[in-house]
Each structure stands twice: as C-alpha cells, then as structure tokens.
C-alpha cells in the first residue's frame, strides 16, 4: 500500500527547496562580500587621534585657514596703499637730449650755465648748433588736505579689521565643524561596535536554532529567518564600517592631511554638559556681526568719501636738478617748491553718479546687517529647542533602551529553553540593536545642538 501525497503539497515542498536554495547563495555571497570588505577595512593603517590633536592640526594646516588669512593679508595691503594720503611721492629721473631747436637749444645751455655773450648773437639764437644736455631730477609731492582722501582710507581700515574678524571667525566655525566631524567619527565606530556585537548574537541565535531544527523543535522556515537576520545585520555592518571611512577621509580633509591613514577617536562619545538654554543671547560682539558692522561702516565711510571729492585739494610739490654737457654729471643745478589748489568744479555728472551709487551701497549695507542679525536671533532660538528637544529625545531613548535590553534578555533566555518563537526572539533583538543605535544618535544631536548654540553664541 502506497500513500499518496497531493500534488500540490509535492510543488510546495519543491517551491520551498528552491527557496531555500537561492537563499542559501545569497547569504554565502553576503558572508564572502562582508569578508572582503572587512579585510580591506582592517587591513588598512589606523591611527589614534584626540579632539585637541585634531583641532590643533586643523588651525595649523586646514587650507580654508590659510585661504582667510591670505583675505586679510590683501585687505591690509590695501590699506597700506592709503599710506599716500600723508606720506610724499618722491621720484628720481635722468635723461639726455640732442636738439637744434632754437628754444630747447637757449634753454639747455642756460640750465647749464654755460651761456656767453655770443649765444645771444641773433644767427646763432635762429639757426644754433646742435646742443646736447643731460638732466638729474628729484621730484616730490606732498599731499596736505585732501578730505576724500582721509575718508576712504578710514573705509579701507575698516574693511582690513573686518577681514580679519572674519578670519577669526573662519577659526571658531571650523572649530565647530571638528567636534561635529570627530563625533560623527565617533558615532561611525559605535555604530560598527554595535552591529559587530549584534552580529555576535545573530550567529549564537543561529546555532540555537540549527541545533533546535535537527532535533525537530524548529520548521525550516524559522531557521531561514535567522539566516535572513544574520545577512541583514552584515547588510548594515559593511554600511557602518563605510561610514567609518568616509569620516575618517573627512577629518583628514580638515586637518588638510593625504596618507590615507584610517582614523580611530581615541576620545569616548560622552553627553556634553548640560546648559541653561534661558541665560544663553546673542551678542552683538559676535565676531561675524561686529565684521558686518565694520562693512557697513567701511561704505559709510566711501560714501563720504564720494561727497568730500566736490572740496578742492591742496597739495605741495617741489622739484631738485641738476644739469650738465655730460651723462651722470651736475655742474649746474636748481629747485622749485610751491603749492597747488585743485578744484574739480564738474565732471560730466561722474562724482554726482558715484555719491549716489555709493549711497545706495552703504543703505543696502545698513539692511544686510538688521537682516543679518534678525537671521543670527532667529538661528539662536531654533538652536535652543534643539537642545531642549535633543535633552528630552536623550531620556527617552535611554528609558528605551534599558527596556528593550531587559526584553532580549528574556526572550533569549526563553528561546534557549524551547519557550520563545524565532520570530519574537529576533524581533526583540533587532529592536535592541536599534535602540542602540537611536541612542547613540541621540547622544551626537544632543551635543551637535550643543557645540552649535556655543558657536552661535561665541564672541
């Protein structure tokens, strides 16, 4: 006597095996991936790095620091040139000439002072020999009131102070920028460390559930979910230990570093100091506010500038030379000094059209800054309830996590005595690896929010 089984029942049984089968490659590719990518990960040089070591590098050698200050060094540059508003021009020039003419002829020989009775002679001033003359010069300028001039060398100081607030400035965001980078370096490494143990569970689970299989406790299904479980979390552990990479390249690219050297904190993730956020303003003394009150400052000072250009300018001027028949010599000499007002009375409405752009350049100035400043109080406040938000968010997760710790610890326990479904064992171990996690990220919002409301707030 045969029995019969449906056929139905036959193509399900083989539908599973094929399942199983393909499932089967999957894993081993994911297990072999995973393999491969962990002995790049690890096979690379590592290095031990503080905070304080990295910050001190990036001050020192970050290319956005050199770039600022390489801003500042133009601006007092800059400012340098309006040295001329009080300092003299002075040149020194020396030429020759060869002439015929009747003029340049009387006037070389008189510079000269080798004029005689004969060169007053009517035929010799009308038709003169040819007549050579060389002639050493000094020549100096010396501004005395020029009004415009004062003015826009107070706008070229302030734009130079400006820079450099700005520069400094540059410092404190890019000190901010690396306690973000390194904690996100640090989250990184927690988060390879939290799947590496959960990793560890996964597979004792799967041997408890290998072994529960071939006593026949467990169905085949029950064990092909573990073994799906088990490639999730390798899933998410390469895509952690990437992670770990891509901060370690960034830290490097603060610190302007190329040797390609994996980066390992040697400082822990620690919930920062906790701040009364109520006590916590704006400070108009903030270095980036106080550069854009400079600015405004500095096209105050241009418009003025442009209106003090309709005064007129008096300057002094004097001239030394010497002159001789010969090149480099001076058997003759003589000076000049004497003083000049220049009035520029109209010049086809161009002063009239830069005081009027210059006007409406220190206006828009003058709304930048209120914009600008409304823009910082309105960044303080959001910062604030980050905080707030992140602190609150920190307990829960903590609260969280003790539960869902508490909960695998059951469900294992129970699952190891035959007591607790696959299912709800790996549900509650996913939960925990997830809790974690939240809690990790928790802990980097709350400090991100934190270092951002004391980069806000820094004077």
Same mark, same amino acid.
């Given at each position: 006597m045969y029995l019969k089984l449906p056929r139905t029942l036959i193509c399900g049984r083989n539908f599973a095996e094929i399942i199983m089968t393909q499932?089967?490659?999957? /894993?081993l590719l994911v297990t072999l991936g995973m393999f491969l990518f962990s002995a790049t990960f690890y096979g690379q040089e590592t290095k031990s790095i503080s905070k304080s070591e990295v910050l001190t590098k990036v001050l020192e050698e970050n290319t956005s620091i050199k770039i600022s200050d390489q801003e500042f060094l133009k601006a007092r540059a800059e400012y340098r040139q309006t040295n001329s508003v009080f300092l003299p021009s002075v040149n020194a020039s020396h030429s020759g000439i060869a002439t015929t003419n009747p003029l340049v002829a009387f006037g070389t020989k008189l510079n000269q002072g080798i004029l005689t009775p004969e060169d007053f002679n009517p035929d010799i001033l009308n038709e003169p020999n040819e007549v050579t003359g060389f002639a050493t010069k000094f020549e100096i300028q010396?501004?005395? /009131?020029?009004? !415009?001039g004062f003015y826009q060398r107070k706008a070229a100081k302030n734009k130079m102070d400006a820079v450099g607030l700005q520069s400094l400035r540059t410092r404190d965001y890019l000190t901010f920028e690396v306690e973000k980078a390194y904690m996100q370096l640090q989250l990184a490494y927690k988060a390879v460390e939290v799947l590496e143990k959960t990793?560890?569970?996964?597979? $004792?689970n799967k041997k408890i559930a290998e072994n529960s299989f071939k006593q026949g406790y467990l169905q085949k299904a029950d064990v092909l979910s573990v073994d799906v479980r088990v490639s999730e979390v390798q899933n998410q552990l390469q895509s952690a230990k990437s992670n770990v990479l891509n901060a370690s390249d960034y830290l490097a690219f603060l610190m302007? $570093?190329? !040797?390609?050297?994996?980066?390992?904190?040697? !400082?822990?993730?620690?919930?920062?100091? /906790?701040?009364?956020?109520?006590?916590v303003l704006l400070s108009e003394e903030r270095l980036d506010i106080k550069a854009m009150q400079l600015t405004t400052e500095a096209y105050e000072s241009l418009y003025k500038a442009n209106k003090m250009a309709f005064l007129p300018r008096l300057n002094a001027f004097g001239s030394y030379e010497l002159y001789d028949e010969n090149m480099f010599q001076g058997s003759a000499s003589g000076y000049l000094v004497g003083a000049q007002l220049n009035w520029n009375l109209f010049d086809g409405y161009k002063n009239?059209?830069?005081?009027?752009?210059?006007?409406?350049?220190?206006?828009?100035?003058?709304? $930048?800054? $209120?914009?600008?400043v409304s823009q910082s109080n309105l960044d303080l406040n959001k910062a604030k309830r980050m905080v707030s938000d992140a602190e609150n968010k920190l307990k829960l997760t903590n609260l969280a996590l003790e539960q869902s710790k508490e909960s695998l610890r059951i469900r294992t326990n129970r699952f190891k005595e035959g007591l607790e479904k696959t299912t709800d064992l790996l549900l509650a171990e996913s939960q925990y690896?997830?809790?974690?996690?939240?809690?990790?990220?928790? /802990?980097?919002?709350?400090?991100?929010?934190?270092q951002y409301l004391q980069f806000l707030t820094k004077e």
């Open positions: 499932m089967k490659k999957y /894993i010396q501004p005395l /009131i020029n009004l !415009d990793q560890e569970a996964v597979l $004792e302007n $570093e190329k !040797d390609g050297t994996t980066l390992v904190p040697s !400082d822990s993730l620690a919930v920062a100091s /906790i701040v009364d956020n109520n006590k009239v059209g830069k005081t009027q752009k210059s006007k409406a350049q220190y206006d828009q100035s003058l709304l $930048e800054y $209120e914009q600008y690896a997830q809790k974690q996690l939240q809690y990790y990220q928790t /802990i980097f919002e709350y400090n991100y929010a934190f």
